[in-house]
T-cell receptor
Framework: GDSVTQMEGPVTLSEEAFLTINCTYTATGYPSLFWYVQYPGEGLQLLLK?????DKGSNKGFEATYRKETTSFHLEKGSVQVSDSAVYFCALSTNFGNEKLTFGTGTRLTIIP | SAVISQKPSRDICQRGTSLTIQCQVD?????MFWYRQQPGQSLTLIAT?????????ESGFVIDKFPISRPNLTFSTLTVSNMSPEDSSIYLC??????????FGQGTRLTVV
């Protein structure tokens, strides 16, 4: 079945550091890939997505590129801020309309000033 | 994007009792889902809530344990029945309009003692 393997946390970085959170997947067919973020005390929010190979999703300085050859969708940001502290979830969907999601375990990111 | 209100946000319940979680969306959606996030694990889809008919359950989840209602396009409930400590989790409601990404409520943190 479908699965998502995500870099285990927690991850602690200093402000302005470079961030990478690894995500790889196993899926039948051609999934759409997502990163969701959960800020403290809030619900899950869609951060970015990519629906086909070589697509790059980007939002709020975060980027992730859909790599079919390595079945990966790593999340990157060049310079993190304290406000980026949150839990990040990689997810995929293989159904039409992309509503049902298979999630990774989540990575808790803490940015220290 | 639309907003989901989920109630209660947290609860502590005695084993053997049942808890009903409510999910209200502020706009009409096509799909509504219920997920569970057990401690240290990823989000797992419990079921798709179908308007006016029985929910569609994922493998490992049954109606007797997790009865779900969806009387209209914007409201759904999930009941966790005959609870045990293993049911301690975060339960999340999710919704999506046709061909759009899913969005989430803040979740209900359930502790069974």
């Amino acid at each position: 079945g479908d699965s998502v393997t995500q870099m285990e946390g927690p991850v602690t970085l200093s402000e302005e550091a470079f961030l990478t959170i690894n995500c790889t997947y196993t899926a039948t067919g051609y999934p759409s890939l997502f990163w969701y973020v959960q800020y403290p005390g809030e619900g899950l929010q869609l951060l970015l997505k990519a629906t086909k190979a070589d697509d790059k999703g980007s939002n709020k300085g975060f980027e992730a590129t859909y790599r079919k050859e390595t079945t990966s969708f790593h999340l990157e940001k060049g310079s993190v801020q304290v406000s980026d502290s949150a839990v990040y979830f990689c997810a995929l969907s293989t159904n039409f309309g992309n509503e049902k999601l298979t999630f990774g375990t989540g990575t808790r990111l803490t940015i220290i000033p | 994007s639309a907003v989901i209100s989920q109630k209660p946000s947290r609860d502590i319940c005695q084993r053997g009792t049942s808890l009903t979680i409510q999910c209200q969306v502020d706009s009409q959606v096509t799909m509504m889902f219920w997920y569970r996030q057990q401690p240290g694990q990823s989000l797992t889809l419990i079921a798709t809530a179908n308007q006016g008919s029985e929910a569609t359950y994922e493998s490992g989840f049954v109606i007797d344990k997790f009865p779900i209602s969806r009387p209209n396009l914007t409201f759904s409930t999930l009941t966790v029945s005959n609870m045990s400590p293993e049911d301690s989790s975060i339960y999340l409601c999710s919704a999506a309009a046709t061909n759009t990404e899913a969005f989430f409520g803040q979740g209900t943190r359930l502790t069974v003692v």
